[in-house]
């Protein structure tokens, strides 16, 4: 009886113990590149159009789709978007394979408060661009 105890315990606590992580890293030093593009390097693709619904539980996004970021082509010196407008940006680069960066135009939101979290639904519409190869 002693032996079938310890024996779960040890089970459990291995069990308990054991887990999957995975860490995705970049390198910690940045690297400064800037070029200059005149209107005349770049092809007019299109206009776009992206949506992504987005859920916040005390203001933590959970759900969705993660690590999605679309291009926006330095334009925009690096600004942090949240989770949706990132999908809803990944969506719209998408529709244009062709197009290397999207410029966004405008945003539309609607947020569907609950008691403890919301609901936002983003749409995007973007300029889609290409670099042209010479």
């Known amino acids: 009886m002693k032996?079938?105890?310890i024996l779960s315990t040890f089970s459990i606590l291995l069990l308990a113990s054991s887990c999957t992580m995975r860490n995705k890293t970049?390198?910690?030093a940045q690297i400064e590149a800037r070029v200059n593009f005149?209107?005349?390097?770049?092809?007019?693709?299109?206009?776009?159009?992206?949506t992504a619904t987005q859920y916040y539980f005390l203001g933590i996004p959970y759900g969705g789709r993660r690590n999605h970021t679309?291009?926006?082509g330095g334009l925009l010196g690096g600004v942090n978007f949240d989770r949706a407008y990132n999908n809803a940006l990944y969506d719209?680069?998408?529709q244009k394979p062709d197009a290397d960066f999207v410029l966004p135009i405008s945003s539309e939101s609607t947020t569907n408060?609950?008691?403890?979290?919301?609901?936002?639904?983003?749409?995007?519409?973007a300029k889609?661009?290409?670099i042209?190869?010479?």
């Open 38 to 50: 005149q209107s005349s390097d770049l092809d007019y693709v299109g206009e776009v159009a992206g």
């Open 92 to 94: 719209a680069l998408n």
């Open 3 to 5: 032996k079938i105890l």
């Open 128 to 130: 889609a661009f290409k």
């Open 113 to 125: 408060q609950a008691f403890l979290g919301r609901k936002v639904t983003l749409k995007v519409r």
């Open 26 to 28: 970049i390198a910690g």
């Open 132 to 134: 042209k190869t010479k």
């Open 70 to 72: 679309a291009s926006t």
